[in-house]
């Protein structure tokens, strides 16, 4: 027998729906103003979610090279849905950072995937906030939707590993939001990687293990 888990969608749903209710008082805590909550992100959120709890159940390792198309796939969830007409009213944006998230020069997805095979021995909370604060330090992975694609993998990663997923919470919102505000204002460069990333991957790293709600996760078991 060996465990795999999937996410409890509907628990997922409900967080987010009480962050959006929140918003303006959460907004007002945060070091720096973000913009509101709107349906549309609260939905595309949600289908980002559906399409990590797929890859759960196809055991899929995200940071293999095999399936850094899933990573690309997901920022275009975020911010275009799956609505085929959608995505063809943005097909030049998806054709730019699909060319971006494999040949930036200072953040490709290559990068991403080093990083996290040098560092599979380490904790899925150590694995999950390196390869969110590397994705969002500056040059970031894609162009938009950092945050809310970083937020995808990073459940994955932790789900995969049977720890709770990432979701944004009315009680979390504000120690997910301002660390990734640092993070996002760093560049990436020699001193910054061997200081400055580190001490702010540590803290997130243990604000991940803090924060996680096993109600958003559900274990299976196969035989």
Not at 85 to 105: G, L, P
Request: proline share 3%.
């Amino acid at each position: 027998m060996s465990d795999h888990y999937s996410l409890d969608l509907k628990e997922i749903h409900r967080a987010l729906r009480k962050v959006q209710r929140n918003f303006d008082l959460i907004n007002k805590k945060l070091h720096v103003r973000r913009d509101p909550l709107e349906d549309i992100i609260i939905e595309n959120m949600l289908l980002g979610y559906e399409y990590v709890d797929r890859l759960l159940q196809r055991r899929i390792s995200l940071l293999n090279r095999r399936a850094y198309h899933h990573i690309l796939e997901l920022n275009l969830i975020v911010l275009c849905g799956v609505d085929p007409r959608v995505r063809k009213e943005f097909r030049q944006h998806v054709v730019a950072t699909t060319d971006r998230f494999y040949e930036q020069k200072d953040c490709n997805i290559g990068h991403l995937g080093k990083w996290y095979h040098e560092h599979r021995k380490q904790s899925a909370w150590k694995r999950a906030a390196g390869v969110y604060i590397l994705h969002l330090s500056q040059p970031q992975l894609f162009f938009e939707g950092n945050h809310r694609t970083g937020a995808l993998i990073m459940s994955h990663i932790l789900a995969s590993d049977g720890k709770p997923p990432f979701v944004l919470r009315v009680n979390n919102a504000e120690a997910y939001f301002n660390p990734s505000t640092l993070a996002k204002l760093t560049r990436k460069g020699v001193v910054t990687n061997l200081w400055k990333l580190p001490k702010i991957r540590k803290k997130f790293a243990q604000f991940l293990k803090n924060q996680g709600s096993q109600k958003f996760l559900n274990s299976l078991t196969n035989k």
